[in-house]
């Protein structure tokens, strides 16, 4: 059994939004995070003052209780956590949107009208890539429990939309006859409080990272720093070393219907990632 603990970064008016989901195996789940919590107390200790919590956001940029850390160790903690679940064979899924793209189009493609929002259609994409990977894991092995964070406002739509998803998705993992749809998700979709689940604080870095990369990437954001484009690119190049493969979320050729409707909508430079 599995774990999968996902965040979203760009939901707000950013042109991009990313999914992002962390995937542990149930049996590894616990160290991972005791590893974290600790990571979070060393912080407190150098900080001196009290870290229960690590938004990317402010992290990132400095603000709040980062600002007395410099940019070149905010740089080199980035780098360690990366490593840190690499070390811990950790997995990576992601999916994102162009929303200009799909906001446009909200009302004219009959395919989105399935989904009740940008952010159901990115939660419905994420959780058939975990579906598709894992669905041949023999002794249910690849059956997952998914964790979003709590601030979100489509918690019944998602789960209306888990429960009777429109009949196309089924073409994404080739649902063979007599399979259950969407027969890896254990239950409901669970949402927790970053602040107590930890390990969404990890999905909200990796989102957060694969946003900034986009942005730059697609000429809708400029480096605030000189070697700004440089230490993304590392970071996703880190990424993608431990995600799932680029067919579960984006396929080069031989799409089906529910495959194109998803590449239509993401940014090329997310399409292109692992490739």
């Known amino acids: 059994m599995k774990f999968c603990y996902v965040d979203e970064s760009g939901t707000g008016s950013e042109p991009f939004a990313v999914m992002s989901g962390v995937i542990l195996d149930a049996q590894r789940m616990h160290i991972t995070k005791y590893d974290w919590q600790d990571l979070l107390e060393q912080l407190s200790e150098v900080l001196e003052r009290d870290i229960q919590e690590f938004h990317a956001r402010d992290f990132y940029r400095g603000n709040g209780p980062w600002r007395d850390i410099s940019g070149e160790t905010r740089s080199e903690i980035i780098e360690s956590i990366l490593s840190w679940l690499k070390d811990r064979k950790h997995s990576i899924t992601f999916v994102g949107v162009d929303k200009e793209l799909f906001s446009r189009n909200k009302t004219r493609d009959r395919n989105l009208s399935h989904f009740h929002s940008l952010w159901c259609f990115m939660g419905m994409h994420l959780i058939l890539t975990v579906e598709k990977h894992y669905q041949r894991e023999p002794k249910n092995k690849g059956n997952t429990v998914f964790i979003f964070d709590e601030e979100v406002r489509e918690k019944l739509d ?33 949402y927790g409080d970053s602040k107590d689940v930890n390990l969404l604080q990890i999905a909200d870095l990796i989102a957060y990272i694969l946003r900034l990369y986009v942005e730059l990437e697609e000429g809708k954001k400029s480096p605030e720093y000189k070697s700004e484009r440089g230490n993304i690119r590392r970071w996703v190049k880190q990424i993608v070393s431990i995600s799932l493969p680029v067919s579960t979320r984006y396929l080069a050729r031989g799409r089906d219907h529910c495959s194109e409707l998803f590449c239509k909508y993401a940014p090329e430079t997310l399409i292109s990632l692992g490739r």
Do not use: A
Request: net charge negative; no cysteine; aromatic share 16%.
């Open 158 to 190: 998602f789960v209306k939309l888990l429960k009777k998803p429109p009949d196309f998705v089924d073409e994404y993992y080739s649902r063979e006859e007599g399979q259950e749809q969407l027969d890896q998700i254990i239950d409901v979709p669970y």
